[in-house]
């Protein structure tokens, strides 16, 4: 039996044989693709080689999860932004890749074997939206965010405002008024999605300052646990411009443009609350 096993392996001279003739198939494919081929064709049949192998001989599947997609925010990259801080403390393994250094879109990538693909798709990113919206609901810290038009993002500093609705100067009635219906904005996804219409909520301030519009924003923000981006409306240029900026924002918050009548005595803000998840 092993005497049988033996003769069947090639020869030293036949391994060398087939080895030099594919070292010099591989320089002439190698020619061919750079001297020949214009780029983005090379570059293109490349991708899809490497695709190829690496799917045959690789068991793995690498999701990638981007910040932004067409100026669109991707919720999943927010959701896995808020999880992951809670969950790195209790992994022991150091070959987890949780974003890259890529300033312009950052990404969160996740491997896993092929046959788990499906479960993840469908089971796990659910589970860290919904992890990641308890996480919010019970996060101590807020955040308010500015609008920084030389580098198109947001940035965010802790919110410090303790003001709250039993602390706020207002009318009984008028502030258990606006208090149900901030309630009732949250717990009504179900009524959103019956009457077609995005989940979010907007009111509009006016008044001289100095009248307590901006410890109502604060008062706000504490009791629905919700961050807060101020916008300076000057610094927009158009519309496209504006769209991309919401877009940026993330779920559960408030967007504030505040002055939007800065000619005049009194100020007008807009509040809106907005959430998605």
Not at 115 to 121: A, G, Y
Not at 156 to 170: C, D, G, N, P, Y
Not at 179 to 202: C, E, H, P, Y
């Amino acid at each position: 039996m092993a005497s049988s096993f033996f003769t069947k392996i090639p020869s030293l001279s036949a391994i060398f044989s087939v080895y030099t003739s594919l070292s010099a198939f591989t320089i002439l494919l190698k020619t061919i693709l750079h001297e020949i081929i214009p780029d983005q064709i090379r570059d293109f049949i490349i991708s899809k080689f490497t695709d190829y192998f690496s799917s045959y001989f690789n068991s793995n599947f690498t999701f990638i999860i981007e910040e932004q997609s067409d100026y669109v925010m991707n919720q999943t990259f927010r959701a896995a932004q808020v999880y992951l801080p809670t969950l790195l403390p209790r992994i022991s393994t150091r070959s987890l890749l949780v974003s890259s250094n890529d300033l312009k879109n950052p990404y969160f990538h996740l491997t896993c074997k092929n046959e788990f693909r499906d479960k993840i798709m469908s089971d796990y990113f659910t589970y860290i939206a919904k992890s990641s919206v308890k996480i919010l609901t019970h996060n101590e810290n807020l955040n308010i965010y500015n609008y920084n038009p030389d580098c198109q993002r947001w940035e965010s500093a802790i919110f410090q405002r303790h003001t709250t609705f039993e602390t706020l100067a207002m009318e009984p009635e008028l502030k258990n008024t606006l208090i149900r219906d901030l309630d009732a904005f949250s717990n009504g996804k179900d009524f959103f999605k019956t009457v077609g219409r995005a989940w979010k909520r907007g009111y509009l301030l006016y008044g001289p300052p100095g009248t307590g519009k901006t410890s109502l924003v604060a008062a706000i923000a504490n009791h629905m646990n919700y961050s807060i981006y101020d916008l300076q409306i000057q610094s927009v240029k158009d519309d496209a411009l504006f769209r991309q900026i919401l877009t940026l924002t993330e779920n559960r918050s408030i967007l504030l443009i505040e002055d939007l009548d800065c000619s005049g005595a009194d100020a007008t803000s807009i509040i809106e609350c907005h959430y998605y998840l």
